[in-house]
């Protein structure tokens, strides 16, 4: 199962490598993460997903994070009320005789076609992971050309 963890950490070089580092060396894989500075530029704003299969992984890598010297706070999402997102830009074919299917497609999704030239459409999306694997689902029957995503962000209610 996916867990999402947000962990606040000063913002110096090499707390990102020592954070990755610790998944690592105990063999866990980050299924995403993404990193920015906070609204204090001395703090940084994690979130990792990672794949854990029972509770006790999950609090030892907690505890791990906790270790850290950098490390301010950690935060697991399992059992809080919260609201994620992700973002995601794509490439998609695009023709004049799909444009209806495809805004049809994006209006009930969660994505908006930011930019639309000769045979490609770039489209933004944010959504939970329900609303992405949608629009991703209907969007591969127009052909995807190129994918990138941020990763799942995450705040508390």
């Known amino acids: 199962m996916k867990h999402t963890i947000s962990v606040l950490v000063e913002n110096k070089f090499g707390v990102l490598a020592r954070v990755a580092g610790l998944f690592s060396a105990r063999g866990y894989n980050i299924a995403s993460l993404a990193v920015s500075e906070t609204l204090d530029p001395t703090i940084s704003y994690m979130t990792i997903v990672v794949e854990a299969q029972d509770e006790k992984i999950l609090e030892q890598i907690s505890k791990q994070l906790n270790k850290l ?20 830009l794509l490439k998609v074919g695009y023709s004049q005789k799909e444009k209806q299917k495809l805004e049809s497609l994006l209006s009930k999704c969660v994505g908006k076609i930011v930019q639309a030239k000769d045979d490609t459409a770039i489209i933004e999306a944010v959504g939970d992971q329900a609303q992405i694997r949608q629009l991703l689902e209907g969007l591969n029957e127009l052909g995807i050309k190129e994918l990138v995503r941020t990763g799942r962000l995450a705040i508390t209610y």
């Not at 010297?69 to 995601?88: C, G, N, P």
């Open 69 to 88: 010297i950098d490390v301010i706070t950690v935060t697991d999402f399992t059992k809080k009320a919260h609201l994620d997102r992700e973002l995601l």
